[in-house]
């Protein structure tokens, strides 16, 4: 069942029932149908203009689309508010640039005469698998540089978002896209496992746990579907040194609490110099615990905090907190004191509470940033440029931002390395992901 729940009361709002086996079969059947005929029969420059009318539309729906966001899954009005405009400009973003990532390419000869160029061409039709903490965000990842490019969608949302489903498949109707082009599918995980193994799917965008990239990486395997994967993180926010400590306080505070510490890339681990330890995390508590409680996306997402906080604390950590768990709403909190070898040292806490270490020197710092399963992105803080470029080329992470948070555009591209999945979204990376690049070879 599809439900949306308000996490901030506990109440069931609406639901939607799951499709049936054949109705799962019908929506290949017509992402299919729309990708040997739509597809096959437009320019870039024709589905390029139909990703700009989905742009404008966010625009015009922001207001619609954020209020779903906060029934479904809690994010504060002003967050969702900048997903949707975020979501806009990555669909500009590929409306803009589709016919410059997607011309051909002409290749020199080696040897022999006559011409060699590479075309990018589209696959077939994708299956997209969406998660909760991002409604809209998410798929403008996935469906503005594949849409361009000329394939077709199947889209499982995430169960607790089934109404940011059915409103983003409507925009996509109303852009002009054809019957086919976006389908969305309210599927059951077993239905899900039938569409990867269908002929007619060529390929699987996830974006989830680590877990279900598991599952679904095994199933594609199988059969040979490509897949791009982006999972879970345990990103570092290192601190070796600062000329303005409440400012890098701030930029800490940002990374840990954005969408109330539900983002894969946030800075959930805090790796501070010895020489600025006391005085930051003095600071950086203060700052946390002075921060509202929230709810966090379900009541089963704040029972999980829960126990991967007490966990930690029973290993011998230390909890800083306000309060306690109230339902989904769950109090911001910093943990310190965590032993190398112990649980919540490996893994990901997807909510507001922080983890902070102390290090005595730069090595000690990569060491402890790399001591993970994770690699999707990390922050590093330092005034000495040349450390920064040193420490960034040392850091096993799909991303490192340097001196700042927040810097994400639709131009750069986002994705990650080790358990935090394969493959890359946004910026020309993400257009590339789904494309055959087709050699014409032609001799004489």
């Known amino acids: 069942m599809y439900s949306v729940v308000d996490p901030a009361t506990g109440k069931q709002i609406a639901a939607y029932p799951t499709i049936s086996d054949a109705d799962a079969t019908a929506a290949v059947v017509k992402a299919h149908a729309a990708y040997r005929s739509w597809s096959r029969t437009t320019t870039v420059t024709e589905r390029a203009a139909l990703i700009k009318k989905v742009a404008e539309l966010h625009t015009e729906r922001r207001d619609q689309l954020a209020a779903i966001i906060v029934r479904e899954m809690g994010k504060p009005l002003d967050d969702a508010l900048g997903?949707?405009?975020?979501?806009?400009?990555?669909?500009?973003?590929?409306?803009?640039?589709?016919?410059?990532?997607?011309?051909?390419?002409?290749?020199?000869?080696?040897?022999?005469?006559?011409?060699?160029?590479?075309?990018?061409?589209?696959?077939?039709?994708?299956?997209?698998?969406?998660?909760?903490?991002?409604?809209?965000?998410?798929?403008?990842?996935?469906?503005?540089?594949?849409?361009?490019?000329?394939?077709?969608?199947?889209?499982?949302?995430?169960?607790?978002?089934?109404?940011?489903?059915?409103?983003?498949?409507?925009?996509?109707?109303?852009?002009?896209?054809?019957?086919?082009?976006?389908?969305?599918?309210?599927?059951?995980?077993?239905?899900?496992?039938?569409?990867?193994?269908?002929?007619?799917?060529?390929?699987?965008?996830?974006?989830?746990?680590?877990?279900?990239?598991?599952?679904?990486?095994?199933?594609?395997?199988?059969?040979?579907?490509?897949?791009?994967?982006?999972?879970?993180?345990?990103?570092p926010f290192i601190v070796l040194s600062s000329d303005d400590l409440d400012a890098t306080v701030d930029a800490a505070v940002a990374a840990r609490l954005d969408n109330t510490g539900q983002a894969c890339n946030a800075g959930k681990r805090m790796i501070v110099h010895e020489d600025l330890y006391e005085e930051f995390l003095t600071r950086f508590t203060d700052r946390i615990l002075g921060t509202p409680p929230a709810p966090l996306s379900s009541l089963a997402a704040a029972e999980r905090l829960d126990e991967q906080v007490a966990s930690a604390v029973s290993e011998g950590a230390s909890l800083a907190t306000t309060g306690e768990r109230d339902g989904a709403w769950y109090p911001p909190g910093v943990l310190t004191g965590i032993?190398?070898?112990?649980?919540?040292?490996?893994?990901?806490?997807?909510?507001?509470?922080?983890?902070?270490?102390?290090?005595?020197?730069?090595?000690?710092?990569?060491?402890v940033a790399n001591d993970t399963p994770y690699g999707l992105g990390s922050y590093v803080f330092t005034t000495d440029p040349e450390q920064a470029r040193r420490v960034a080329d040392r850091i096993e992470a799909g991303m490192v931002f340097i001196n700042g948070v927040g810097a994400e555009g639709p131009e750069l591209p986002f994705g990650g390395v080790k358990r935090s999945g394969f493959g890359r979204e946004l910026g020309r990376y993400g257009i590339e992901e789904f494309i055959n690049r087709k050699l014409v070879r032609t001799v004489g």
């Open 83 to 235: 997903e949707v405009d975020f979501s806009a400009a990555i669909y500009e973003y590929y409306a803009d640039n589709a016919e410059t990532f997607l011309a051909d390419e002409p290749i020199s000869l080696l040897d022999g005469e006559g011409s060699a160029v590479i075309q990018r061409r589209p696959l077939g039709v994708l299956l997209g698998i969406m998660p909760w903490n991002f409604p809209a965000y998410q798929v403008a990842r996935f469906a503005g540089p594949n849409l361009a490019a000329g394939n077709t969608i199947v889209l499982k949302h995430a169960p607790q978002c089934p109404e940011s489903a059915a409103a983003l498949e409507q925009l996509f109707r109303d852009a002009g896209f054809p019957e086919g082009a976006y389908v969305n599918v309210y599927a059951t995980n077993e239905q899900i496992e039938t569409l990867i193994a269908d002929p007619r799917v060529q390929g699987v965008s996830l974006t989830g746990s680590e877990r279900a990239g598991s599952a679904v990486a095994e199933i594609a395997g199988r059969h040979l579907k490509k897949v791009v994967l982006e999972l879970g993180g345990s990103d």
């Open 339 to 367: 032993e190398a070898g112990t649980s919540a040292y490996q893994q990901e806490l997807f909510g507001p509470v922080a983890m902070v270490f102390k290090v005595r020197d730069e090595e000690e710092a990569i060491e």
